[in-house]
């Protein structure tokens, strides 16, 4: 699940996959700003990424990651 997270006065946003459901993402997205004072939500590499309520412009959740095109194997 692709994740991006607009952060009030940064041009860039932050962005990376997670391999909760969108429903996961948006439920931790909803308690965070009903009553937390941080997001934090992990990647798909066991990464936690933590942003403040107060900074957040905007959390998009995106599609389930589709296969990716390239000659590298994994």
């Known amino acids: ?37 941080v997001l934090a939500l992990t990647d798909d590499k066991g990464r936690v990424v933590v942003v403040p309520v107060a900074a957040l412009g905007y959390v998009h959740i995106g599609e389930q990651a589709k296969g990716r095109v390239g000659f590298a194997t994994q």
């Not at 009030?8 to 429903?23: G, K, L, N, P, Y």
């Open 1 to 37: 699940m692709e994740v991006r997270i607009g952060v009030r006065d940064v041009a860039r946003e932050i962005s990376f996959e997670s391999a909760q459901s969108a429903t996961e993402v948006q439920d931790q997205v909803t308690a965070a700003l009903d009553g937390g004072s």
